[in-house]
């Protein structure tokens, strides 16, 4: 997608280090660059850092709002692909049905069959390449990526899977990328340089580049007025015309704005502002900033995707405290926000580093990457779970977690069981006999995660995840 992740923005350091370049802000990558080879080729290792930042996640605080927005549209995280390291963009092919992944560290494409939900082919693109962004051309079936260390995009025939091309003369630091379908061109950030590289997609050349400044790490088409927009990196849109390749506009968002999706149906930007917590509304009649969205306490917005199945739109949240690299992974969670009222109905718990996502139109499910997890997570909406598979899956979850003690799982599973078996009794899940039995049952689980997260027997992400999955099954059942 043309959404970006929040790897930026960056400045040179005389070792070859990219640094963020807010000294007390939260620092999500540091890339660095070393010689090792006998060639003395370049090799990047991307770590995660945590600094010093007196921000903290209030688990209780967030366990007792997602139960209170889990209710208006609950969808489900139901299974997890595992794909190359270091996963990060991520794009659905409308065409074929396929989803395809950068995997930044393996320099590789990962590509999904969205039927069976398995990866079935991997793209090599070369070594030092570190593959960030995905974009397509549709018409002609191809797919392009950005490589954001070698400095190129490969093309991709999407009929063969097969790399067909590079494009050199980019700028320094090549990242997200988006292709305008009204004129043919690709759209490329380079956010070292601080410019947008124009690819001719006839010819696969480069025609032009334009100097926006900051780190600009995200960038959308908009097909409504046919303009391009490009977050910065630092607190800017800037507004492309595609016609003149110049910058007609400016708007101010929050600070280092990292993703960026157009909603097709109130034909709004939404930005995510990475350090601010928050998602500027862009009225795109007008460049003018309409709403800001407050993301859950402590989060950093990272990626934004628009679902055209329900209009709505999707945040991954990114939490830098946890056990994982650099104190990161406590969780990750993503955002559904109503695109009518533009607040935030619905909360999903997912691994602990969520990045980009990519909308299947055709099964309305939505693709996660997760950059630690070398996974990519799907998210189903709430009427294609069954209710028994629901509770099913979240027995055989609360058997595998090593989160919650193993004292109070019989007492869990016995509870879910006790509503599994109502629900096998009849068929008529909606009726007044479930609704009395078997969300009775999943009230009386809620109490009991709820027990256990106040007596410290399953943690605090455990909890907000057990508790938000109940509330999805109840309603299924219409409770």
């Not at 209030?58 to 889990?70: D, E, N, R």
């Not at 070594?127 to 002609?140: I, Y």
């Not at 006839?202 to 391009?228: H, R």
């Not at 068929?427 to 689980?445: K, M, R």
Request: proline share 4%; hydrophobic share 35%; glycine share 8%.
């Amino acid at each position: 997608m043309v959404e970006r992740s929040t790897m930026a923005p960056y400045s040179w350091t005389g070792t070859l280090t990219y640094k963020n370049m807010s000294s007390n802000c939260w620092d999500k990558y540091k890339i660095i660059m070393s010689t090792t080879t006998k060639q003395s080729k370049q090799t990047v290792n991307l770590l995660m850092s945590l600094l010093a930042s007196a921000i903290i996640i209030v688990f209780s605080m967030l366990s007792t709002s997602f139960a209170l927005v889990g209710i208006a549209n609950a969808d489900s995280l139901t299974s997890t692909i595992p794909v190359g390291n270091g996963p990060t963009g991520i794009a659905y092919d409308s065409r074929n049905g396929k989803v395809y992944v950068t995997d930044f560290n393996a320099g590789a494409v990962s590509v999904i069959d969205s039927n069976t939900n398995q990866v079935i082919s991997t793209i090599p693109l070369g070594s030092n390449t570190s593959p960030v962004d995905l974009a397509f051309d549709s018409e002609n079936a191809r797919l392009y990526v950005s490589n954001f260390n070698a400095g190129t995009v490969s093309v991709i025939d999407g009929n063969t899977n097969q790399v067909t091309g590079t494009i050199q003369g980019l700028g320094q630091g090549v990242f997200a990328i988006a292709y305008d379908s009204e004129n043919g061109k690709v759209y490329v950030t380079n956010s070292i340089a601080g410019t947008v590289s124009v690819i001719d997609g006839n010819t696969n050349q480069v025609i032009a580049t334009m100097a926006v400044g900051g780190n600009p790490t995200a960038i959308a088409f908009n097909p409504n007025n046919e303009n391009v927009y490009v977050a910065d990196g630092v607190n800017r849109v800037d507004v492309i015309d595609p016609i003149t390749d110049n910058m007609i506009a400016s708007v101010i968002v929050g600070n280092e704005p990292s993703g960026i999706a157009f909603d097709s149906h109130n034909k709004n930007m939404y930005v995510a502002n990475f350090l601010s917590g928050t998602v500027s509304v862009i009225d795109t009649r007008t460049n003018t900033v309409t709403a800001t969205i407050p993301m859950p306490p402590g989060a950093n917005p990272s990626g934004v995707v628009f679902d055209s199945s329900d209009s709505e739109i999707y945040v991954t949240n990114f939490y830098q405290t946890g056990t994982g690299v650099g104190g990161v992974g406590g969780a990750g969670v993503i955002s559904v926000i109503d695109d009518d009222t533009n607040t935030i109905v619905d909360n999903l718990v997912v691994d602990s580093t969520p990045e980009e996502m990519a909308f299947d139109s055709a099964t309305g499910q939505l693709y996660t990457t997760d950059f630690l997890s070398n996974t990519v997570d799907v998210i189903s909406p709430f009427g294609t779970i069954d209710p028994q598979q629901g509770i099913q899956d979240l027995i055989q979850r609360i058997q595998t977690m090593s989160s919650v003690d193993p004292g109070i799982k019989p007492t869990l599973i016995s509870t879910l069981n006790a509503a599994l078996s109502v629900i096998l009794s009849t068929s008529n899940y909606p009726g007044t006999y479930i609704q009395q039995q078997a969300c009775g049952d999943l009230n009386v689980f809620n109490n009991e995660v709820n027990s256990g997260l106040v007596s410290g027997h399953i943690d605090q992400v455990s909890g907000i995840e057990l508790e938000q999955s109940s509330l999805d099954i109840q309603h299924l059942l219409k409770c």
